[in-house]
């Protein structure tokens, strides 16, 4: 019979797609990269879920069966869970069979020495048996010779009752006539009373008033379908959307291998236009007919005029597309996927974070790297500009970095996270930096010191994603408090005082991990969007819940358009919802 075996690219395929499975996203894409995934010959919809576990315990049953069998192959009668996995894993058939056979030796040696116990313990069972019926006996007799006794007692008593029964005669005798002379007075007595009462007695008042207490009812109502409008048109999760700042384009990216600009009518979604649902331009980041998962579209960002959309891909590439669609340029450098993507304020250079550990500034207009950063001892998960030439990382090694064009050192390092950091952001002046954390916190850094500022612990699971409110000094809401937003898998969203550090409000109403935040461009309200397939909208100022829109698929991005009166929403089934917001 040929002997069956596995290659190491299948290997590799089996373990990249446990991780996947397992919600282990950043290793799933670091081995992805390493291990040329994309390049695997291996039809993914052929492999079922859980392929590499049923595969390793397929493999420990087929050891077991080996070692349980005689020399002629015929199964020994015993037990199968002699043994364990890992001698399954660590010793060969020879061995394993050995370990079998002195094992139950043992097991036999201690079944007889059982044995002999039982019949010892029955032979003292019996001992104490003989022992009980002696004791019955002498008890039985003790119980005959009381029972004489109270037969004894009993006659006395008999006697002496019938004795006292003659003398209670005699004085029943004495006492009729008393009592009948005592009942007349009590007549005369009761007479008196029934006077007095009828004299005294007075007119019983009204009952007590009953008091009942009104509840307030919940204020927060459901968005209709007929205010929302479904974008269809990707064949997978959509993992991200972004308004442009200056019109009516809603950009969303898919694991499709495309980005697409879609055309957003000015207006009330919904019913209304689904006759015409906006179409869309489909940026390709593939090649051909067919999709390729290696190009995921991860992140995308525009411009600060809406004229160039920036995205980036697994394939470890970032274009440049114009709002029609049109690509102007292919940013190549990175050895690894793009996490995080962002364009200065200026316009003038695209900043990128990737799984290859480094920061990369590109000229815009000419599409080549201008300084690659290279601090990070483990995947750059995102990267935020401070000002047109510094910005920050941050990293799965726990650190971050504020960096600047032109030197080749951080001329910042904030550390004090004791897992990976997920998101950084500056808040609206650049004097404050905003992370999140798989160690369940949340920080404020200043520049002005090493520590953090502020070190905020009431999340109880990871931190996914921070937001600062678009309010405070420097932005168009300067009397407004700034308010910082921090989502995590623990299902809630707290809004916190950052002068203070504390915690102002708990949203609690998710019933999944949350994925992202979004303040409108007043400052007023947040939508959060979460795998429970939930969109929320909340009152910053009292925390409570406004609008609610349930979806058909988990949340991955939610956003709103420059004029705050429409909120969109990626979904895990392949589809973008755009919603009128009104109060």
Not at 128 to 134: A, C, T
Not at 443 to 455: E, Y
């Amino acid at each position: 019979m040929a002997t069956i075996t596995i290659t190491s690219c299948e290997m590799n395929y089996l373990v990249f797609r446990y991780l996947h499975e397992s919600g282990f996203i950043h290793a799933a894409f670091t081995l992805g990269y390493e291990a040329g995934i994309h390049k695997n010959p291996i039809d993914g919809n052929l492999v079922p879920p859980g392929a590499l576990v049923s595969f390793v315990q397929k493999g420990l049953q087929y050891l077991e069966l080996e070692a349980n069998l005689t020399n002629n192959g015929t199964d020994v009668d015993g037990d199968f869970s002699l043994l364990q996995p890992l001698d399954l894993i660590t010793k060969d058939v020879y061995e394993l069979r050995q370990m079998i056979k002195e094992k139950r030796e043992k097991l036999e040696k201690e079944k007889e020495k059982e044995r002999e116990k039982e019949k010892e313990r029955e032979r003292e069972n019996e001992r104490e048996r003989e022992r009980e019926r002696e004791r019955e006996k002498e008890r039985e007799k003790e119980r005959e010779r009381q029972e004489r006794e109270k037969e004894r007692d009993r006659e006395r008593e008999r006697l002496e009752k019938e004795r006292d029964r003659e003398r209670e005669k005699e004085k029943e005798k004495e006492k009729e006539h008393e009592e009948y002379v005592e009942k007349e007075k009590d007549r005369d007595r009761e007479e008196k009373v029934k006077v007095k009462v009828e004299e005294t007695r007075v007119p019983a008042g009204p009952e007590p008033m009953e008091i009942t207490t009104a509840t307030s009812s919940s204020t927060f109502s459901d968005i209709p379908s007929s205010d929302v409008t479904i974008l269809e048109g990707h064949t997978s999760e959509v993992f991200i959307c972004a308004w442009s700042p200056t019109g009516s384009l809603l950009a969303s990216g898919s694991g499709d291998s495309t980005a697409r600009i879609w055309t957003i009518p000015e207006g009330p979604c919904g019913s209304s236009i689904q006759n015409g649902t906006p179409k869309a331009l489909v940026l390709k980041h593939f090649k051909g007919r067919t999709n390729e998962k290696s190009k995921d579209v991860t992140t995308l960002d525009w411009n600060g005029e809406g004229t160039l959309l920036a995205t980036g891909s697994y394939d470890g590439q970032a274009r440049i597309w114009s709002k029609d669609g049109e690509l102007r340029n292919t940013l190549n450098k990175h050895k690894g996927p793009i996490f995080s993507l962002k364009w200065n304020k200026k316009g003038d250079c695209l900043l990128s974070g990737s799984v290859d550990k480094t920061a990369i500034i590109w000229d815009a207009k000419t599409g080549e790297s201008k300084q690659q950063f290279e601090f990070h001892s483990a995947p750059t998960l995102d990267v935020d500009w401070r000002n047109n030439v510094s910005f920050a990382t941050c990293s799965t090694d726990k650190m971050i970095y504020v960096c600047k064009f032109g030197e080749n050192r951080p001329i910042k390092t904030f550390s004090g996270h004791q897992d990976e950091v997920n998101a950084i952001k500056w808040d609206p002046t650049g004097t404050l930096l905003a992370s999140c954390s798989d160690d369940f916190t949340a920080k404020i850094w200043s520049m002005k010191q090493d520590r953090c500022l502020h070190d905020l612990k009431e999340h109880t699971k990871e931190i996914y994603t921070i937001k600062w409110s678009p309010t405070g000094s420097g932005t168009n809401n300067p009397n407004q408090q700034l308010v910082l937003a921090s989502a995590s898998f623990d299902s809630t969203i707290k809004l916190w005082d950052v002068d203070q550090g504390s915690q102002l409000f708990s949203l609690t109403s998710h019933s999944e991990p949350v994925y992202s935040v979004a303040f409108s461009p007043n400052g007023e309200y947040l939508a959060s969007g979460s795998f429970d397939r939930c969109l929320h909208i909340w009152s910053v100022k009292d925390g409570s819940l406004v609008k609610t829109y349930r979806g058909s698929g988990g949340i991955f991005e939610v956003c709103w358009n420059r004029e705050g009166d429409k909120v969109a929403a990626c979904f895990s089934n392949n589809t973008v919802c755009v919603l009128d917001f009104r109060m």
